[in-house]
Each structure stands twice: as C-alpha cells, then as structure tokens.
C-alpha cells in the first residue's frame, strides 16, 4: 500500500498531465490517504460543488483515520522538526500516517518530509 500527498491529488484535479499519467497506472486498491489529506483537499476549495468533487475522488482511496498512535507520532515529528525544516502540522500528520502504518509516502513536495528518519519517499512524476 502506499498514501498520497495532497498535492499528488491537487495535481489531478487540476488535470495535470503527468498526474493523470500517474493515475491510469495506479492500483487504487493499494493507494490510501490520511484524512489529513481530504481536510486539506476541501480546504482548498472555493465553492461548495468543488468539495463535492473532492469527495467524490477521495471514495476511490482507502481513508487512514488519525489514531492516537498518529496523534503522537505527529507531536513527535512536529517538536523535532518544526524549527529546522519549517514543516506545517498538516504535513507532520501524513508523515505520522505514513510512518505508523509503515507505507510508502507519494509526493512531489520530497523537501518536506526528507529530513524525517524512516519515512519511505518516492517521487511519483
């Protein structure tokens, strides 16, 4: 299994190409995302309809709830890493996701997370 970053999704629903490239090809059997991740989806949204869209796109990928083993590992993460590398709650929550349930995170924002010892990165496009 692997979880996407929101920006691999905000990519595909601005239809850039190489998103949807990536997309044909994906397993979304074994694609998953952080509820981390649909909260910042919507909230990049401008109009109710566009929401709609959102959630109509996250049905397709298995949702990681924030557990309380998340919740700690993203305190963790965020004290250790907000001052060196700058790095934003929402960010430290996928991290935690990623690292606890021991999946490969995909996103092209590799500058955010590469600082985060064990965390398995891969740059889809």
């Known amino acids: 299994m692997v979880l996407l970053d929101s920006d691999i999704l905000i990519d595909y629903l601005r ?3 190489p998103a949807l490239a990536f997309f044909k090809d994906l397993d979304l059997k ?8 649909h ?3 919507i909230r990049g949204c401008k109009k109710k309809v566009h929401a709609q869209t959102v959630d109509k796109l996250v049905k397709n990928f298995k949702s990681i ?13 965020y004290r250790n890493h907000k001052w060196q590398t700058h790095l934003e709650i929402g960010d430290a929550f996928i991290a935690a996701t990623a690292l606890t349930n021991k999946v490969t995170l ?3 924002n590799l500058k955010h997370f590469q600082a985060l010892e064990g965390l398995s990165l891969v740059k889809p496009y």
Request: positive net charge; aromatic residues 4%; hydrophobic residues 45%.
């Open 15 to 17: 239809r850039y190409p």
């Open 30 to 37: 074994e694609a998953a995302i952080s509820t981390i991740t």
């Open 39 to 41: 909260m910042e989806l």
């Open 65 to 77: 709830a924030i557990t309380p083993a998340i919740s700690q590992k993203t305190i963790k993460i």
């Open 106 to 108: 995909l996103t092209r």
